[in-house]
């Protein structure tokens, strides 16, 4: 068996890295293409490095650009790979552009496509991500939910009998990674002379929040007015944004750095005294990890995080210091995002469908 993944941004990176050791373990051919929507070292190569992933198979090098221009770069270039290596599966991961470009592309060669990481919705069809998770899912002949919320939406919008719920592959490498640096301090600890609990930990990269120079504005105002150093994992979008929208990154409370690899992430958020942030995968993390998040959307895919307490929305300055000051949450043995061994139970998935 044969399966083609198809990744280009941050987080797809981290959710490829389980799925190629289970790939591994269960003897599959794993081919593994990185559309070059992320080439930063700090997005990319330092992911492959320091999870054990190994270099891309396939590297189409397609680079920034608008969506109909980065999404359609893809495209052409994918045709000429689904064709060469003519897989069983063709994986695709998340709601980026490079997941909604393989997924067409792989539909229109006749190529089985399976979406991990599927039924995600925001309901917010300003946002790209939904609008690239709607038209993955429904593209898809096999849907791997991640959770049970994720699996009702399916269900909602007909897509039901495609559907099997297997976890959250985030869940797999974050526990691994948790065990790994337990005790290991943050190396930004050292770098700013702080101590544990004694910063929030942020990062603002989505369009809604950086595009308009008023939003980003404010929110820029309500974490420099935080009553701890807040350390922002400035991303290129959003130094790119406040450049030239004349917004400082570095004011008050607030101190902008490059963003940290996978591993000091998930150490600098352990010893923070709350997570500040719009990326899906952090507001995650740090649940799981049992640190306070505040989110700065209207909006969240993983809404477990806020039913149980640990995640709040907010929007301006005076909500993200009202969120980011609330008493603790209450500790809960609730496991909404599956048991850390999501990405055997996708290999195996892959392996039962294609004998179908
Ligand atoms: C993309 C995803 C988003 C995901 C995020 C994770 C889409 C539509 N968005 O957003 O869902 O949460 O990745 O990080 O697919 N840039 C660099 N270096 C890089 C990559 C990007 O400087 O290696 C800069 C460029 O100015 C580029 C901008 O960041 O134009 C935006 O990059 P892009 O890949 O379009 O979207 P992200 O904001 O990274």
């Given at each position: ?21 289970a790939a ?17 070292p ?8 320091d ?11 397609v ?5 109909g ?20 599966w063709v ?28 039924g ?15 038209m ?59 101590g ?40 290129p ?11 400082e ?5 607030l ?23 719009d ?17 700065v959307?209207?909006?969240?895919e ?16 005076e909500?993200?210091a ?12 609730a496991?909404?995002?599956?048991d850390?061994?999501a ?14």
């Amino acid at each position: 068996m044969k399966i083609v993944s198809v990744v280009g941004a941050r987080p797809q990176f981290v959710k490829l890295a389980p799925i190629h050791k289970a790939a591994l373990a269960a003897g599959v051919e794993h081919v593994i293409v990185h559309t070059g929507q992320h080439y930063d070292p700090m997005l990319s190569d330092v992911f492959f490095e320091d999870l054990g992933i190994g270099a891309p198979d396939v590297h189409l090098g397609v680079g920034s650009g608008s969506h109909g221009v980065q999404t359609g770069a893809m495209l052409a270039a994918l045709d000429a790979v689904f064709d060469e290596h003519r897989p069983d599966w063709v994986l695709v991961y998340g709601d980026t552009n490079s997941t909604v470009a393989a997924a067409l592309s792989a539909v229109k060669m006749h190529i089985p496509v399976a979406h991990l990481e599927a039924g995600l919705r925001s309901f917010n069809r300003r946002m790209p991500e939904e609008h690239n998770r709607v038209m993955t899912d429904h593209a898809s002949d096999l849907l791997l939910a991640p959770t049970q919320v994720a699996v009702d939406h399916l269900a909602t919008e007909g897509l039901a009998a495609r559907t099997v719920l297997v976890g959250d592959v985030m869940t797999d490498v974050l526990f691994e990674v948790r065990d790994q640096v337990a005790g290991a301090p943050s190396v930004l600890l050292g770098e700013l002379g702080l101590g544990s609990g004694e910063y929030y930990l942020a990062t603002i990269h989505r369009a809604e929040n950086t595009d308009d120079p008023a939003r980003l504005r404010e929110v820029a105002a309500g974490l420099a007015g935080l009553d701890k150093p807040v350390v922002l994992l400035a991303h290129p979008r959003v130094v790119a944004k406040a450049a030239s929208h004349g917004i400082e990154l570095t004011q008050g409370s607030l101190v902008a750095r490059a963003p940290l690899a996978y591993a000091d992430l998930i150490a600098a958020a352990l010893s923070s005294a709350g997570v500040v942030t719009d990326s899906g995968g952090l507001q995650k993390e740090a649940f799981l990890l049992g640190v306070p998040c505040t989110t700065v959307r209207t909006e969240t895919e993983w809404v477990e995080t806020i039913q149980l307490g640990w995640n709040v929305l907010a929007n301006s300055a005076e909500e993200i210091a009202a969120a980011v000051t609330r008493p603790h949450p209450n500790e809960t043995d609730a496991a909404p995002y599956g048991d850390g061994h999501a990405a055997e139970r996708v290999i195996q998935e892959l392996i039962r469908a294609a004998g179908d």
